[in-house]
């Protein structure tokens, strides 16, 4: 089974920068997609990035050049790089893992999705 834990949500104005991390344990297997997603309030769930088992990342247009996803396989850890935060970012991020098959991108409407309990990011004006 694999625990997925994030951390590093918070409060910051707009403009301002977080880093998110997202420690996975358990087995996780040899090859996955790690991501992250976002819902703010009354929203649907959104794709915000993600990691293709090869490790290249990939981003919706709404975070491209803003947010920064990276992986360090030695601590099965995930982080999240957010500069220029805006209020439009508002909302409870969760981590998700998927072992092979899956989807380049948006993966989380597969089966077999692993998710956390999620972090708060609070953008203000």
């Known amino acids: 089974q694999v625990q997925l834990v994030e951390s590093g949500g918070g409060s910051v104005q707009a403009g301002g920068s977080l880093k998110l991390a997202c420690a996975a344990s358990g087995y996780l297997g040899s090859r996955y997609c790690m991501g992250w997603f976002r819902q703010a309030p009354g929203k649907g769930r959104e794709w915000v990035a993600s990691?293709?088992?090869?490790?290249?990342?990939f981003y919706p247009d709404s975070v491209k050049g803003r947010f920064t996803n990276s992986r360090d396989n030695a601590k099965n850890t995930m982080y999240l790089q957010m500069n220029s935060l805006k209020p439009d970012d508002t909302a409870m991020y969760y981590c998700?893992?998927?072992?092979?098959?899956?989807?380049?991108?948006?993966?989380?409407?597969?089966?077999?999705?692993?998710w956390g309990q999620g972090t708060q990011v609070t953008v203000s004006s």
């Open positions: 990691i293709a088992p090869g490790g290249s990342a």
């Open positions: 998700a893992h998927k072992e092979v098959p899956c989807v380049v991108g948006d993966f989380s409407h597969s089966d077999r999705v692993h």
